[in-house]
C-alpha cells in the first residue's frame, strides 16, 4: 500500500500563486508516475498535470499549461504542482495521485489517491 498526503492548499486571490506539495509514504520502493486531478463542486474529477517516475515527461491539461509546473523532489516518491496567474475557475479540491505504471492522464490508470488540498481563488 502506498499513502499519499497533499499539503499547501489554501485560500489565494486571483492572479496569485501557490504551490502544493504530495508525499508518499509506504510501500514506496517501486516507481511511480505522478499525477495532480482536481475536482470542484458540481463537476467530475478532471486531469491537471502528470510526471513520469524519472521525470523527464509531463502532461498538462489544455486549461493550465503554461501557468502550472508539475515537477518531483529530491526525495523518492514527492511531487510539486506550482500553480501561478490563477484564476476563479481553478478553485477545486486538488489530488494527488500514484500509477504503477507509466504516466497518463487518465484517472483509471492510477492506483493510489491522497485525501485531497481545498484551493480556493477568490476574484
Known amino acids: 500500500q502506498v499513502q499519499l498526503e497533499e499539503s499547501g492548499g489554501g485560500l489565494v486571490q486571483a492572479g496569485g500563486s501557490l504551490k502544493l506539495s504530495c508525499a508518499a509514504s509506504?510501500?514506496?520502493?517501486?516507481?511511480?508516475?505522478m499525477g495532480w486531478f482536481r475536482q470542484a463542486p458540481g463537476k467530475e474529477r478532471e486531469f491537471v498535470a502528470a510526471?513520469?517516475?524519472?521525470?523527464?515527461?509531463?502532461y498538462y491539461a489544455d486549461s493550465v499549461r503554461g501557468r502550472f509546473t508539475i515537477s518531483r523532489g529530491s526525495a523518492e516518491n514527492t511531487v510539486y504542482l506550482e500553480m501561478d496567474s490563477l484564476k476563479t475557475e481553478d478553485t477545486a479540491i486538488y489530488y494527488c495521485?500514484?500509477?504503477?505504471?507509466?504516466?497518463?492522464?487518465?484517472?483509471?490508470?492510477?492506483?493510489?489517491w491522497g485525501q485531497g488540498t481545498q484551493v480556493t481563488v477568490a476574484s
Open positions: 495521485a500514484a500509477a504503477v505504471g507509466t504516466v497518463s492522464g487518465r484517472a483509471v490508470e492510477y492506483d493510489y
Open positions: 510526471i513520469s517516475w524519472g521525470g523527464s515527461i509531463t
Open positions: 509506504g510501500r514506496t520502493y517501486s516507481s511511480y508516475a
